[in-house]
């Protein structure tokens, strides 16, 4: 199957401003809403067949409409071609929401000006669960994943890192495993959480749910996104994580940078590597 590319996604319409709830009940309501939608999602998967993606324009997120805004520049984006009788996932005949396309080349490619990160390259594209342990701070938590990982059925991690000219660090984790009940079962088992991760990472032990991150940014695509920053004080770096869990694949995105991880390129990586998985 050859590759195409899926129009870009329209302006989303800007919501009339609605009172303030207050914020544990904002966090609370706002994960509910979350995983309603992707029940909703699921189960009313597209028809569509075609399998690409174009790089966001501006108005593709909430507030990003004036130059400079801060975005990096990303290749324009294809998915992979499907295996031959293989359907894409959310589609009718793929109750199990399996990815069957390489799951190296649903890794998000490097912006221009990044420097690659050999150590996320790993054996052919294929990523050591050590290495993406290592993303944990606690060893009794590195520990316990890796046995919720293995008993689970983890199938691949595929990764990829890069450097920013401004010190900013990416790192990318996609981990496969059998259907999308499973990985569903991980992620809320393990990475979900109303006010934090489940999970602190290495030089981000203070996290809370990523407020700045624009709930209409990542409506588009399938699946559920859970975004967290490291609040203040947070030390040399900042640490920005989120969580998107997609049929059979839960990716891990990662972004720290010398004073404070900046707001429009996490948000911008983490949308383009949704709508690349969904």
Same mark, same amino acid.
């Given at each position: ?42 189960a ?17 997120l ?11 520049? @990303? ?6 071609? !499907? $295996? =031959?009788?293989?359907? &894409?996932?959310?589609? %009718?005949?793929? +109750?199990? *929401?399996i990815? @069957? ?6 890794? !998000? $490619? =490097?912006?221009?000006? &990044?420097?690659?990160? %050999?150590?996320l +390259?790993? *054996? ?13 701070a606690?060893k009794d ?25 401004d ?46 991150f ?6 588009d695509?399938?699946?559920v ?36 991880a ?17």
């Amino acid at each position: 199957m050859s590759e195409q590319q899926i129009p870009v996604t329209p302006a989303l319409p800007v919501p009339e401003p609605t009172p303030e709830p207050a914020p544990k009940d904002r966090r609370v309501l706002r994960s509910v809403l979350r995983w309603t939608a992707a029940v909703v999602v699921f189960a009313v998967a597209g028809t569509s067949t075609a399998y690409g993606i174009t790089r966001m324009q501006r108005a593709d997120l909430p507030g990003l409409a004036t130059r400079p805004d801060g975005r990096w520049d @990303y290749p324009q984006i294809v998915r992979p071609p !499907l $295996p =031959a009788g293989r359907p &894409a996932p959310f589609a %009718p005949g793929n +109750a199990a *929401d399996i990815h @069957y396309a390489d799951l190296r080349k649903l890794v !998000l $490619p =490097a912006p221009k000006g &990044a420097k690659a990160d %050999p150590a996320l +390259a790993g *054996d052919h594209g294929w990523t050591k669960p050590t290495v993406y342990l290592a993303e944990y701070a606690s060893k009794d938590d590195r520990d316990n994943l890796q046995g919720e990982l293995t008993d689970h059925g983890l199938r691949h991690i595929a990764a990829r890192g890069w450097t920013m000219p401004d010190g900013t660090r990416t790192r990318i984790y996609l981990l496969q495993f059998e259907t999308g009940l499973i990985a569903g079962k991980v992620q809320q088992d393990e990475f979900a959480g109303y006010q934090d991760p489940g999970l602190a990472l290495r030089g981000a032990a203070s996290n809370v749910m990523d407020e700045s991150f624009p709930e209409a940014a990542s409506a588009d695509g399938n699946g559920v996104v859970e975004e967290f920053a490291e609040k203040q004080p947070y030390g040399a770096e900042q640490v920005r994580q989120a969580y998107i869990s997609c049929g059979d694949v839960i990716a891990l995105v990662v972004q720290s940078r010398p004073g404070g991880a900046r707001e429009i390129p996490f948000q911008q990586t983490v949308v383009l590597q949704q709508q690349l998985l969904g």
